[in-house]
């Protein structure tokens, strides 16, 4: 479970911690002002920096284990996903909130077992493709593969939670493909999926359709006719958050100004806290702070690919390119929408957004890809 005789600590990616600390400073600040007219600004202020505690200390705690323990015990971590995702199915038993159970209430805390799942995905199928690398194009393979993955993915989906069940997906497709299935399946799936997707969003735009939920086919709509769905009140979300990172210019307005133009101050913007945190960082640290933290969520991004580089094989390249998919899909799609880029989605930007599950999950897998960077080739391996 542990091999610290041969771990070397020269092998330790300091510059992934330091990025983290930084972007987790960041966040707690932002929050911090983005909630300043909130009633529950405190609890979610004091369960964030348990996040942070929590998550650090699990992110040290899987940066010790080694990862070859993981792939061991893949089989249970896939079990333990599904129980999670399951049992919050159970009427009565998940916590729900906006049409959607996503939440299991643990007395002490909520969780979001979605957010875990991303974690299980990504040890699941490294351990998969890592066992099945000689034959990873075999029909076989690649259908146990889908089947394996289709499970959760219906669970989550069925929440429902479209967002995550994106995210998954990406994830899945990123680590096969890293898994080096061969072209004639990647050239047939593109060939499949390109018109499939254009039939089902045919389809999902006709009356009566049961593809997507209302709420869904809405907010595509608005997104892609905006000056039809005005009106109704479907993308003044979006517009507040575009006005919101446009006011902050070059510089942005400061941390908790109280300036009456201030679109945050002003209660303009909803889930500010979360998936619209990106439209406080344009305020209120302008277009050089907005630089700044994209900019360190994509040299995390890198330093999960450098790491998938020199990692010693192929289970560890597969856990490293799996967090740096996560990652940078998550900050793509997170700020996508705050910027009115992509159609109106929840999902939280990394390390900065509110939600405890989430920080334990990314902390937990970023303890996994220090774990491999410990372990990484050397000049003795090639």
């Not at 202020?45 to 899987?62: E, H, P, T, V």
């Not at 593109?190 to 009356?207: E, K, R, W």
């Not at 560890?316 to 799996?322: K, N, T, Y």
Request: with cysteine; glycine share 8%; hydrophobic share 55%.
């Amino acid at each position: 479970m542990f091999r610290f005789s041969e771990y070397k600590l020269r092998n330790f990616n300091f510059r992934i911690v330091i990025l983290i600390a930084a972007l987790c400073t960041i966040g707690f600040l932002i929050l911090s002002s983005a909630m300043a007219n909130d009633a529950d600004r405190d609890a979610t202020l004091q369960k964030q920096l348990m996040g942070f505690g929590i998550g650090a200390a699990a992110m040290i705690f899987f940066a010790l284990m080694d990862y070859h323990f993981i792939m061991k015990i893949a089989p249970l971590v896939y079990i333990g996903m599904l129980v999670l995702l399951g049992v919050i199915l159970i009427p009565g038993v998940g916590t729900s909130a906006n049409n959607a159970t996503r939440w299991l209430n643990l007395g002490f805390m909520q969780i979001q077992p979605s957010e875990f799942a991303k974690i299980g995905v990504i040890m699941v199928f490294a351990s998969f493709f890592m066992a099945n690398r000689e034959r990873i194009s075999k029909v076989v393979t690649v259908g146990t593969a889908l089947l394996l993955f289709a499970v959760p993915a219906a669970m989550i989906l069925a929440e429902p939670d479209l967002s995550t069940t994106l995210v998954i997906t990406f994830i899945f497709l990123s680590m096969i493909y890293v898994a080096k299935l061969s072209y004639k399946w990647i050239f047939g799936a593109v060939a499949v999926a390109v018109p499939t997707a254009g039939a089902m969003l045919y389809i999902a735009m006709q009356p009566g359709q049961t593809l997507l939920k209302g709420y869904q086919l809405n907010r595509i709509l608005s997104w892609r006719y905006p000056d039809q769905y005005k009106s109704t009140g479907l993308t003044q979300q979006q517009d507040n958050s575009v006005l919101a990172i446009a006011s902050g210019q070059l510089h942005g307005k400061g941390l908790n100004n109280t300036s009456f133009e201030s679109v945050k101050n002003g209660n303009f913007l909803s889930e500010e806290n979360c998936d619209f945190i990106f439209a406080v960082i344009g305020e209120e640290l302008g277009f050089i702070g907005s630089v700044i933290v994209i900019a360190l969520l994509a040299f995390l991004v890198v330093e999960c690919f450098r790491m998938a580089a020199k990692a010693k094989d192929l289970s560890g390249r597969l856990l490293c390119v799996g967090m740096g998919a996560l990652l940078a899909f998550q900050t793509f799609v997170n700020i996508g929408v705050a910027s009115k880029l992509l159609p109106n989605t929840g999902l939280p930007l990394p390390f900065i957004s509110a939600g405890v599950s989430s920080l334990l999950s990314i902390f937990i897998g970023m303890g996994v890809v220090l774990n491999v960077g410990l372990q990484r080739k050397t000049k003795s391996d090639f």
